[in-house]
C-alpha cells in the first residue's frame, strides 16, 4: 500500500526538484541513492559519487527535505574507496539534515562483490545516526542471502532493519 521511490541525481538542486515533483505525484516515501557503484552512475556525479563530496551530501538532503514532508531515506556505502571511509561524517550529515531513515551499504564503492560486507563499518554509522537520531530508522545492506545472514546482520551491526539485494535476485522470496 506505499508507493516509493528512489532517485540519485548530480546536483542537489535538480535532486530537489526531483523529490518536489514525486511528492507532487503522491508518492508515499522516497529514497536518495547515494551508494549505486555502477560505473555510469558514478561517472555523471551521481550514486556513490556524493561519497566523495560531504558538503554535497549536505546540500542535496537539505534540499530534498525542504521538499517533501514525506518519510525521506538515504542509502550510502561506507565509504568512496577503502582509504576514504567516512561513513560517521556521512551519517552525521544526513541526520543533521534530517532524514527519516538511513541504509549503510558495508562496502565501499570500489569494493568488488567478493569483499566481504564490513559488519564493523556499518556499525560506526549506526552507533552515530542512533546517537544523534534515537528515532532514526537504520537500515543494514549486503551480503543478505538468507534469514541467517539477516539475523548476522542485524546482531553485528544494530540495525534496525535489513535492505536485501543481491540476495534475492536468486532468491525472491527470501
Not at 542537489?12 to 557503484?37: K, T, Y
Amino acid at each position: 500500500k506505499i508507493l516509493g521511490v528512489q532517485v540519485t541525481g548530480p546536483r542537489p538542486d535538480l535532486v530537489g526538484q526531483s523529490v518536489r515533483l514525486l511528492h507532487d505525484h503522491g508518492f508515499e516515501a522516497i529514497d536518495i541513492n547515494m551508494g549505486c557503484p555502477v560505473r555510469k552512475i558514478v561517472g555523471s556525479g551521481s550514486g556513490a559519487a556524493f561519497l566523495k563530496d560531504l558538503d554535497r551530501i549536505r546540500q542535496t538532503v537539505a534540499v530534498a527535505r525542504a521538499a517533501t514532508t514525506r518519510p525521506l531515506s538515504v542509502k550510502i556505502r561506507i565509504g568512496f574507496s577503502p582509504d576514504a571511509i567516512n561513513v560517521e561524517e556521512t551519517v552525521a550529515l544526513i541526520v543533521g539534515e534530517g532524514a527519516d531513515q538511513i541504509t549503510i551499504h558495508g562496502r565501499t564503492r570500489e569494493d568488488s562483490y567478493g569483499v566481504p560486507v564490513s559488519y564493523p563499518g556499518i556499525a560506526r554509522g549506526m552507533r552515530v545516526a542512533q546517537s544523534l537520531k534515537p528515532t532514526l530508522f537504520t537500515v543494514g545492506n549486503g551480503d543478505v542471502m538468507d534469514a541467517a545472514s539477516a539475523q548476522a546482520m542485524v546482531r553485528e551491526t544494530g540495525c534496525r532493519g535489513v535492505m536485501v539485494s543481491r540476495g534475492a535476485l536468486g532468491n525472491p522470496w527470501l
